[in-house]
């Protein structure tokens, strides 16, 4: 069972329109972070979450914590084609020190 | 540039073999940890060093082992490799011992591919 999942696996749309992705859990954490990977290379960080309800921006995404900050969801808004790749959510472990990631979103921005 | 150093980028082996993937973590980080990534299941955390300590253990085969070195690079040895073990290696370094706000620095990984 996947402690992490993301939703939908896979996403192709046109340049200019919105998109929601998800990451859901039935574990209470008490952070949660969203990475980005682009083809041949490692996950970069994006956005640390903390804050149940919490909603941060970052140009044109935004990153929101579930109240009960067991889910996350990322919007894109007018999406690029740089924007796209591979969506990773995770979490830490908590009892113990590693992170453990969702399978992803991959996501295509046609042009 | 992530400041996070793997070598190499490529390596393709025949079963049976041995190979050593290396990492050097970001100036100043003492946890480094490494990820196996292949496209059915994801993201798999292997094992993670801090400061020269074993500090957590994942789903790592017998036949794969680490260490990190008093100058904090670590390495990855794979021994008696087989068809399922290729997958992307990731390395990924922390300042800290324990997960925090500020993530993992990732390095670009190593494509293993056992033919």
């Known amino acids: 069972t996947q402690l992490l999942e993301q939703s939908p696996q896979f996403l192709s749309i046109q340049e200019g329109e919105n998109l929601t992705v998800y990451c859901n859990s039935s574990s209470v954490f008490s952070s949660l972070q969203w990475y980005r990977q682009e083809p041949g290379e490692g996950p970069v960080l994006l956005v640390t979450?903390?804050?149940?309800?919490e909603v941060k921006k970052l140009k044109r995404l935004t990153f929101q914590f579930g109240d009960a900050r067991k889910d996350s969801s990322l919007h894109i808004t007018a999406a690029q084609p740089g924007d796209t790749g591979l969506y990773l959510c995770a979490v830490g472990g908590n009892r113990d020190d590693k992170i453990i990631f969702g399978k992803g979103t991959r996501l295509h921005i046609l042009p | 540039d992530s400041g996070v150093t793997q070598t190499p980028k490529h390596l393709i082996t025949a079963t049976g073999q041995r190979v050593t993937l290396r990492c050097s973590p970001r100036?100043?980080?003492?946890?480094v940890y490494w990820y196996q990534q292949s496209l059915d299941q994801g993201l798999q955390f292997l094992i993670q060093y801090y400061n020269g300590e074993e500090r957590a253990k994942g789903n790592i085969l017998e036949r794969f082992s680490a260490q990190q070195f008093p100058d904090l690079h670590s390495e990855l040895n794979l021994s008696s490799l087989e068809l399922g073990d290729s997958a992307l290696y990731f390395c990924?370094?922390?300042?800290?011992?324990?997960?925090?706000?500020?993530?993992?620095?990732f390095g670009s990984g190593t494509r293993l591919t056992v033919v």
């Open positions: 979450v903390v804050t149940g309800g």
């Open positions: 990924a370094s922390s300042v800290e011992a324990r997960p925090s706000n500020y993530g993992y620095t």
């Open positions: 100036s100043g980080d003492l946890s």
